[in-house]
């Protein structure tokens, strides 16, 4: 359907896209992934042409579309976008946003345009909300009809570049929802995505870029449980932990918590997980944990998520004594809340440090 073949794309002396080659089959539904700054967008931006390739190919159904010879507009229609911020009009309702390209654009008529816009707001779980004007919508309800407007062009391939970034947690689930059904029924989509579990859950392939070019190309499964090359493993293992050093005794507690707070939801963990998480810590350190360690302060917190079993493992690295709260004899508060939390522990000496690890107990009704 597409094959993309020695993509590159400077913006001055900056060489931001170098050497991409791809193929994207129908029904494919591919996620990008990468760090900032690896030309993530721009390869999607090129693909449809918001930014003119410096060199190489892209060929859609066998037709080049960086040929002068090429209708680009025709071509273009065959790839809806999904950008970040919406576009909306906002002197439109939102069912006249769906409506405007088919009857600019495809000349439909406006009765079969309205009919068609009510289906795809139906859809998308708005029809309630087709006379609402873009300032009266969620942000979330905004990308879906940002997403229906999309779709009511007919593209046999959907482009969204991190569909969820200017949305508020909460709002981040409703759009993605709308994403798992359209890959469900076989749309084809290339998605910018940080959302790492929604990525491991929706796609058929990953794509892990770096530094301009597609690193590792991979199913789901390899790309976040066996990946090959370095970077990836890298990368992978960092958006799976979250990492806070304390080297006071005086520490930032709502740094910490706030820290796994955004930890918790980017993997998409339950409120009373990520409270759990949030009260062991508290607990330990500061009641169990603090007393113990030497001076100066050096402890190392590492929260990381199973996606295999579904639990949050700590992982507290320092210099003092050895502690497991498990095998604690007291039988104090925060004590008893640690252990109410926790399925299993050990602590070990490690490279000079000693190294307490914490199963924390998945909740009931999870």
């Known amino acids: 359907m597409i094959r993309i073949r020695h993509l590159s794309k400077a913006f001055g002396p900056n060489l931001v896209l170098q050497d ?37 190919e892209i060929l859609i159904d066998g037709i080049n579309l960086l040929d002068k010879k090429t209708d680009v507009l025709k071509l273009r229609r065959k790839m809806g976008m999904v950008f970040q911020s919406f576009n ?13 390209g088919p009857v600019e654009l495809l000349e439909m008529g406006r ?39 999309t779709l ?6 959907v482009l969204l570049d991190e569909p969820t ?29 940080h959302e790492m579990k929604f990525a491991r859950d929706v796609s058929t392939r990953v794509f892990y870029m770096d530094k301009g070019t597609i690193y590792e190309d991979g199913t789901p499964r390899q790309i976040f449980e066996k990946p090959v090359r370095e970077k990836t493993r890298a990368f992978i293992h960092k958006i799976r932990t979250f990492v806070f050093e304390i080297r006071s005794r005086t520490f930032d507690l709502y740094g910490l918590q706030g820290g796994v707070e955004e930890f918790g ?64 004899s007291s039988d104090d508060l925060p004590l008893r809340l640690i252990r109410n939390m926790v399925l299993n522990g050990s602590c070990a000496g490690e490279a000079g440090k000693t190294h307490l690890r914490l199963t924390l107990a998945i909740p009931s009704g999870l």
Do not use: W
């Not at 029904?27 to 060199?55: A, D």
């Not at 709002?171 to 989509?189: F, K």
């Open 265 to 328: 939801r980017r993997q998409f963990l339950p409120e009373k997980q990520i409270h759990d998480t949030q009260l062991v810590l508290e607990e330990l350190i500061l009641h169990k944990l603090l007393g113990r360690l030497a001076d100066p302060v050096d402890l190392t917190v590492t929260v990381g998520f199973s996606e295999t079993s579904g639990a949050i493992e700590l992982m507290l690295a320092y210099q003092g004594e050895a502690y497991n709260p498990l095998e604690d």
């Open 20 to 56: 991409v080659n791809a193929e994207i089959e129908q029904g494919e539904v591919i996620s990008v992934i990468g760090p900032s700054g690896s030309g993530k967008s721009t390869l999607l931006r090129c693909l449809n042409l918001l930014e003119r390739p410096t060199g190489g």
């Open 111 to 149: 009765q079969e345009a309205f009919d068609e816009a009510m289906r795809l707001l139906t859809m998308v779980g708005l029809a309630e909300k087709a006379f609402a004007y873009p300032d009266e919508l969620s942000g979330g309800q905004k990308q879906r009809v940002a997403i229906a407007r």
């Open 88 to 100: 909306l009009f906002s002197h439109l309702m939102a069912v006249e946003n769906i409506m405007l």
């Open 165 to 193: 970034s200017a949305l508020d947690p909460t709002m981040i689930s409703e759009v993605l929802a709308v994403v798992r059904r359209l890959a469900a029924e076989g749309m084809t989509m290339m998605i910018v995505t």
């Open 152 to 157: 009511a062009m007919k593209p046999e391939i």
